[in-house]
């Protein structure tokens, strides 16, 4: 009878022991993981950091619209990895150092379990050396006496510290179930407000790129390319890139012209100088009859 309820009780501490090393096995994984994805998440931030930098060194390059549209584009962006960074520190306290936690946690499972085992193994004992006593020494009531004892104080030692464990291990079982709910609500709360943020911080980034007037960035350009004192400059080139002919036809119409001026000069003196001479005459006839 004592024996089966020892194998009953040994059945027990297994399965209370499985399910310590299930959470161990499994929160290890999950806590392990969940760094992985704070670290990625963290390093997901320092690259979008670097691109804010860079999108604000290229701004300064570009035509007035662009630039101003990327420096926008580039504030709402940084804006962005501000909430990124709250994610981590959440993700952090909020998930990840609980599952860390439970390592210690197991740990003092494992030692109540130790402690049970212990209790169990010296109960066992116990039971075998009265065993082999009533065998030997059947009529050695003094001895007997003495294992019995010595058996009912580890049964006795071994039940209190299964029941402990028994309560240790039902308060495990409760209170894990309740942190699973915790650190997971926790994970979805954190992740689903900074997704909130980020359309928020996307739709603005999205409206600021759209703002870029294409035109007016594309006429300043054309001006850059073509200044003011462009047309003068293109009217001196075309004339400096007429043909051979053009110039000859050129210069004769200009020497053409020289030639006529040149008669009509000829002409005016010749009249100025007919006149004159008109005058002259007019003036010796007056003085003669005037003698």
Do not use: W
């Amino acid at each position: 009878m004592l024996r089966r309820s020892l194998e009953n009780r040994d059945a027990q501490t297994r399965q209370l022991q499985d399910a310590v090393t299930n959470v161990e096995k499994h929160f290890g994984e999950l806590c392990q993981i969940f760094a992985a994805y704070v670290r990625k998440t963290a390093r997901l931030r320092d690259k979008a950091d670097l691109l804010v930098n860079e999108i604000n060194v290229y701004a300064c390059t570009e035509t007035p619209n662009l630039k101003q549209g990327l420096k926008n584009f580039a504030e709402e962006f940084a804006k962005l990895q501000d909430y990124r960074q709250a994610e981590v520190e959440r993700l952090e306290a909020k998930v990840v150092e609980p599952l860390k936690a439970y390592g210690t946690i197991v740990k003092m499972k494992r030692d109540d379990l130790k402690a049970t085992l212990t209790a169990r193994n010296r109960e066992a004992k116990q039971l075998t050396q009265l065993e082999r006593t009533r065998q030997r020494n059947p009529s050695d009531r003094h001895v007997i006496s003495q294992a019995e004892t010595e058996l009912q104080r580890a049964t006795m030692d071994a039940t209190r510290t299964t029941r402990h464990l028994e309560e240790t291990i039902d308060n495990f079982e409760k209170q894990k179930i309740k942190d699973i709910k915790t650190i997971f609500s926790e994970f979805i709360t954190i992740e689903m407000l900074f997704h909130g943020k980020a359309l928020e911080v996307y739709t603005a980034a999205y409206q600021n790129i759209q703002k870029i007037d294409e035109e007016e960035d594309l006429e300043v350009f054309r001006n850059s390319l073509y200044p003011p004192d462009y047309s003068s400059r293109l009217d001196i080139v075309r004339a400096n890139s007429k043909s051979p002919l053009q110039r000859s036809l050129s210069a004769k119409c200009v020497s053409g012209t020289g030639q006529v001026s040149t008669c009509r000069l000829r002409k005016d003196q010749q009249a100025d100088d007919d006149e004159e001479d008109e005058d002259l005459d007019v003036t010796e006839e007056e003085n003669f009859l005037k003698k």
